[in-house]
């Protein structure tokens, strides 16, 4: 059973244009979530992590914020660029230790168009 | 100069064929994971790590195996591949603990035919 769900499955939007990526949860204990991005044909790149029972983060254009509570994420991209065009992925860890596992989303495919 | 490796990029087989995927890390990470991408599915994690001959199943470890001799370096082994097992692969490496970030290799595809 799938235990991260992201939405929208895939988002196009124009250059300049903000958009909201949507990350829901069912991973018990969760003790923190990340955000990857994925080019295509390439690995993942950590964007951001958020910690907290509420937490927010902020990495130039991207910022996100966590709500363990409702077990929901939100990544937010200002006046997005064709380069970022690629794939979200949410990844969810259950705890932060060695014995922790990594619960990772199917991702969110955002294409960014001129 | 923090960078995951991996080779080959692309491998065609046959099916029935053997498979060896190697990856490579420069930063001393003593935790490694190998991980499969299949369309429309998160990452499924293989096998992980732990440092030098400590190696622990992952979610899907059936059909593969892993080798892991030194730390910089882990190999991912297909005995015999299946059709099923075309797919892209990861490799990632982080300290231990999941706490730390994982660093990625740019995958390694695979097509069994």
């Known amino acids: 059973k799938t235990q991260v769900e992201q939405s929208p499955q895939s988002l196009v939007v124009r250059q300049g244009e903000n958009c909201v990526l949507q990350c829901n949860y069912s991973v018990t204990p969760d003790n923190h979530l990340r955000w990857f991005k994925q080019d295509t044909g390439k690995g993942l790149v950590s964007l951001t992590v958020l910690v907290d029972q509420k937490d927010k983060t902020s990495n130039g254009r991207y910022s996100a914020t966590l709500d363990k509570d409702a077990k929901h994420s939100t990544l937010h991209i200002t006046a997005t660029l064709l380069d970022d065009t690629a794939t979200y992925i949410c990844v969810v860890a259950d705890r932060g230790s060695a014995l922790g596992r990594l619960h990772f989303g199917a991702g969110t495919q955002l294409i960014v168009i001129p | 100069d923090m960078k995951v490796t991996q080779m080959p990029r692309y491998l065609i087989k046959r099916m029935g064929e053997n498979v060896l995927l190697e990856c490579g890390q420069d930063?001393?990470?003593?935790?490694m994971y190998w991980y499969r991408q299949d369309p429309g599915l998160g990452l499924q994690l293989i096998y992980i790590s732990y440092d030098v001959d400590s190696n622990s199943e992952g979610d899907i470890p059936k059909g593969y195996r892993v080798s892991r001799k030194k730390r910089e370096h882990f190999s991912l082994i297909l005995d015999s591949a299946k059709t099923n097992q075309t797919s892209v692969y990861f490799c990632?490496?982080?300290?231990?603990?999941?706490?730390?970030?994982?660093?990625f290799g740019e995958g390694s595809r695979l097509i069994v035919v």
């Open positions: 930063m001393s990470h003593e935790t």
């Open positions: 990632a490496s982080s300290l231990r603990g999941t706490g730390n970030t994982l660093y």
